[in-house]
């Protein structure tokens, strides 16, 4: 089945730097892949999201290039803050309906005043 | 607008003993509905989906099961809970049609002692 590997595990920055959140998939089946967070406390949020057919996204600070050869995508924020600290999950909907979903293991963000 | 409830918000319970948790989406008809279960700090790891009342598939083998007993709500339950069932289980919801972005319940947190 479809296997979703995300990297780092963790990334600590100082206000004002950028990110780069890595995750790679297995199953060329894949075709819908939404990024969600959760913060402390709060529900786990969808956040962006990019289909199959698409190599690129865009929405504020928040940009998702995803590789379909390769079976990549990135997740770039800029100009992080303080509110952005959170666990980042990357996921792949597969099967039949795309209702079959996989989570990358997350990525520990902590962003310091 | 829709909203999604969980309950009970968390749960203390014996190994052996009977579990249920319940979700309930309000404001949208025929949502698609998934169980997920996540240990702490750890990934999601999803348990169930469902398109339609009365229809549910399971993704992985976790000694539970789940019924759809209503449109707009989903039940998680086993007779005997194991120790490896301490977690926290998050309900979501998606559009009719093909899997979508999810949107995320707040989550019952479960120690099984």
């Known amino acids: 089945g479809e296997q979703v590997e995300q990297l780092p595990s963790s990334l600590i920055v100082q206000e004002g730097a950028s990110v780069l959140i890595n995750c790679s998939y297995t199953d060329s089946a894949s075709v819908y892949f939404p990024w969600y967070k959760q913060e402390p406390g709060k529900r786990l949020q969808f956040i962006i999201d990019?289909?199959?057919?698409?190599e690129r996204k865009q929405t504020q600070r928040l940009t998702l290039l995803f590789d379909k050869k390769t079976k990549h995508l990135s997740l770039h924020i800029t100009a992080t803050q303080p509110g952005d600290s959170a666990i980042y999950f990357c996921?792949?909907?597969?099967?039949?309906?795309?209702?079959?979903?996989?989570f990358g293991s997350g990525t520990r963000l902590l962003v310091s005043p | 607008a829709q909203t999604i409830h969980q309950w009970p918000v968390a749960e203390i319970k014996a190994v052996g003993s009977p579990l249920s948790l319940g979700c309930t989406i309000k404001?949208?008809?025929?949502?698609?509905l998934y169980w997920y279960w996540q240990a702490t700090g750890g990934t999601l790891q999803q348990l169930f989906y469902s398109i339609t009342v009365g229809q549910v598939e399971s993704v992985v083998q976790l000694n539970l099961s789940a019924s759809r007993p209503k449109d707009d709500q989903f039940i998680l339950s086993t007779e005997k809970l194991l120790l490896s069932h301490s977690g926290f289980y998050l309900c979501?919801?998606?559009?009719?049609?093909?899997?979508?972005?999810?949107?995320f319940g707040p989550g019952t947190r479960l120690l099984v002692l």
């Open positions: 979501a919801w998606s559009p009719p049609g093909q899997g979508d972005t999810q949107y």
């Open positions: 990019i289909r199959s057919n698409m």
């Open positions: 996921s792949a909907s597969s099967g039949t309906g795309g209702y079959k979903v996989v």
């Open positions: 404001g949208k008809s025929s949502p698609n």
